[in-house]
């Protein structure tokens, strides 16, 4: 026993070192569980051990909200609906100083609404945006910033998928977090708001006005929305209201994305092929990756890892408000060098014990983790949205990018800030609605 601990460090430095060398996360995680209880345990129960989670995670409902949800995206994908979400945010906001990076945050959010991630909202937003935004004399990095920065809501609305996984792992109530969600997204959207409207008074240069378009354009805009949109407040709204469970919301989305893909005559062979395709591509992925996460749960559990974790906390006091600043301290700074699904999937069961024997919230902390694993998503080197952004605009440099994300990353921080003084944003509509 007095050896598991050295056995749980040494498993920690062999995840990140396949992890810097290039090993897939799933891999990664699951290599290392596996090595790990073999150390502690002995190959037949680390073998036993990783068949039953296995089998345990394949089998469980919930997990079949994620393959649902996806089908959902993709087939919005191929309806457009990225373009038409643009085109309707800047109708409406293209006028003042700045709007057109507005509707480009705008868009996110609404497209983040169906894709549920991030990359997938910073790519096919920016290949709309910032076309049009660079055209009009907008700033390349301020353009790209904007674009890249607002691609984060894509995790932070639901459905999101790091919610999804992180539910999984830490077996928390899927509807639940959703609900959550809702009031962080919200407030990081004004913050981004914030950040965009004192940019433009700041440097209007960098974000001129467009002439301001007629009530006919701005209606016409609504109703190319419409659908979708009515589409997206159904499956929230029912997960809010209780009409259906997660699952139940995937189905209605994934049938209802696929009637709106025939009603805008979108829906052909070729691209229900290529909706399927990439559904069960990224599921594959991403069950690889759940399942590697909670066996690597399992032996830091029975390393007793997180228990040495909690027990310095309370050696030092247990004092809630440095213990959650360490906590923040250590994710921003993984977040530096690790994508975000492999900080969310390494941290949780490391630091969920610690924190709920605080009196956390499981809850709050799935929003404060996601929301920490956005920031790494837009912060400098590793941010992987500001390279899918450097991929849509090869021309842009690299270094301009960052620059232009540094006012969005500001506003990031306040706002993890905010959600960490006030934890009932993200828990006061769960109560209220008796999720």
Known sequence: MSGEPIIA??????????????????????????????????????????????????????????????????????????????????????????GLALASIGACAGFGAISGSSLASAATVGLVALPEMRERGYSDGFASGAVAAGGTLGQAVPPSTALIVFGIIAEQSIGQL????????????????????????????????????SWGERRRALVRVADVSALILLV?????????????????????????????????????????????????MIYLIVIGALIFSVFISVSGLSGIVGGLVGAAGGNRILTLFFVTVVLLLLGSVLDGLSLMLVATPLLLPVLQGLGYSPIWFGIFLVRAMEIGFVHPPIGMNLYVIQGIAPDIPLERIFKGVLPFLAADLLHLTLLMAVPAIALVLPRVLGQ
């Open 236 to 284: 929230i709204g029912g997960i809010a209201f209780g009409w259906f469970t997660a699952p139940e919301a995937g189905s209605v989305g994934a049938c209802g994305a696929l009637l709106l893909c025939a009603w805008r005559r979108r829906l052909t062979r070729g691209s229900l092929r290529r909706a399927i395709t990439e559904t069960l591509r990224t599921t594959g």
């Open 9 to 98: 460090a040494c498993g920690i430095f062999a995840l990140f070192a396949l992890l810097m060398s290039g090993v897939p996360i799933g891999v990664a995680l699951g290599l290392t569980g596996i090595g790990g209880l073999t150390a502690t345990l002995g190959l037949e129960p680390a073998l036993i051990k990783s068949g039953v989670v296995v089998f345990d995670t394949m089998s469980r409902y919930e997990f079949g909200v994620l393959p649902l949800f996806l089908l959902m995206a993709h087939l919005c994908f191929a309806a457009d609906a990225s373009r038409d979400f643009f085109k309707a945010a800047a109708s409406f906001f293209g006028h003042r100083p700045g």
């Open 178 to 213: 959703f609900i959550a969600s809702l009031l962080p997204a919200l407030t990081q959207i004004l913050f981004y708001f914030a950040v965009v409207v004192l940019v433009a008074r700041w440097r209007p240069a960098w974000a001129p006005a467009e002439p301001r378009k």
